[in-house]
């Protein structure tokens, strides 16, 4: 006979076998059972997932009309706030589009530079260089991560590093946590080299990091995978103890 | 040591501002989390409308006394993110409790470290079980997905999330 707890994180998680069903509804889980279970799940989801910046359409087809401040919105089914709020999405579109294409691509490069140089500031940031592998991407490969566990930022410098063909294979960042197993490493966020000399590319960190022990970019297919099979490692910067 | 604002009691009642002031808190929270269950699909953005709508409609069911308003806001989207997920597949029987059910066991200072208490549960955790959890429950990765891509077996991996989970249920201590 399965344990309770067992049956009620099985509904939560939805991976009941049929038996485990027929258990659980002759053991007649309760409703508020389950939510505690819910909240444990939420919970785990707000310590482990970092906050991403929204896209600002998305953000701009949630936001309520402005037209009166203080005034009480009713809130619409989904289809009418769409329709509604569709124009402001497109203005948002607009906006961010000319705003892409009237700022010269010279000027982002500096923004991540400016922005890396910065956190090197940061007391407990660690700037480590890398270390080339003997993969042929890697040959002649330069240059080191700077992190802030802190403020869980970090940023990338390469030069050398060869460009990749973002149709066929993308780098992806891996950052080894002492506090987990070194066979699940935090995904730092995939990234393409299209353009010589050096680049400068943020980390975005998927989870939280404790503590950073290494840092290893692998090529892997596009998008990157959850799991890598460390097939092709190009460069790696260890942390200092 | 708290505490910013409630925002979804005035969000249940259609202020505009608290709903801006609520996608700026939790907008990142959600996108983050529809990021790690759909990658760079576009149905993360439908996902994530989908989220703040149902948070619009249950902003009235939130209650303080059983977790904090994060929390709240991560179930919904989480729930969300399940559903469309798992689409044509059973669905989850979460509705919140009715007031009446709604039996209080944390203090106020207690709500705001409740992601602490799950983390800290995590760090309890064997490496292995809690990657596995992490990948369920914070990637919405099935069990076989998480099979495939660590190679532990099905049955394992299973075991670990389920444990997992009711762990650190128990150090949040949450009864209902």
Redesign the interface.
Known sequence: MTDR??L????????LTHEEMAEANAMGLR?????????????????????????PA??A??????DK???????RP?RD??RAMGWLAAAACLAFAITSIVRPWSNKTPDARAQRDQLTHVADAQVLPWTATADPAATGAKGDVVWSNAEQKGFMRFSGLSQNDPAATQYQLWIFDG???D??PVDGGVFDVTSGGDVVVPIKA???V?KPVLFAVTVERP?GV??SKRERIVVTAKAGG | MNQEPMLLPQVAQGNPDAIRACLDRYGGLVWGIARRFFGASPDAEDAVQDAFLDLWRSAGRYDPRVSSEAVFVALIARRRFIDRRRRGARRLDTEPLPEAQAAPSQTTAEQVTEAKLAERAMQELRPEQRQVLVLSTCHGMSHEEISQATGMPLGTVKAHVRRGLVRVREVLGVQR
């Open positions: 707890r067992d009620i994180a099985g509904t939560v998680l939805g991976d409703q508020d059972e389950l939510y505690a279970m819910e909240i444990a799940a939420a919970a785990t989801l707000v310590a482990e997932v970092r906050d991403d910046a929204m896209p998305l953000r087809r949630l936001e309520p009309p402005r401040s203080n005034q009480v919105v009713a809130l989904k706030v769409w506090d987990r197993d066979k699940f998927k989870l939280k404790g998008g959850v799991v």
